[in-house]
């Protein structure tokens, strides 16, 4: 899900971007951002229906957290793109 204003052009995921992600379930999801495991998403919106989004800013840097920790550990991992 994009938004273009002006020069500037944000990316923004839904829930379900994250899930294709491999990130967890609706519900995995959700208990990681209750216990701050977690990226919080933003909300579009005051209306209790307004979709929560999360930043591709955000989740890409807790990917690279993610790999930093991993790395620290001795893990040894193969690159790998997603795409959404």
């Known amino acids: 899900m994009q ?3 002006g020069s500037c052009m944000t990316n923004y995921l839904k829930q379900k971007d994250l899930e294709e992600m491999g990130f967890g379930s609706r519900v995995t999801i959700w208990k990681k951002v209750k216990m701050k ?3 919080a998403p933003m909300k579009f919106g005051n209306g ?3 979709p929560n ?3 591709r800013e955000d989740i890409d840097e807790y990917v690279q957290n993610l790999r930093r920790i991993a790395k620290s550990k001795g893990v040894n ?3 790998r793109k997603y795409s959404t």
Do not use: A, I, T
């Open 48 to 50: 209790v229906n307004s």
């Open 37 to 39: 495991e977690f990226p």
């Open 53 to 55: 989004v999360w930043h």
């Open 77 to 79: 991992y193969e690159r």
């Open 3 to 5: 938004f273009q204003g």
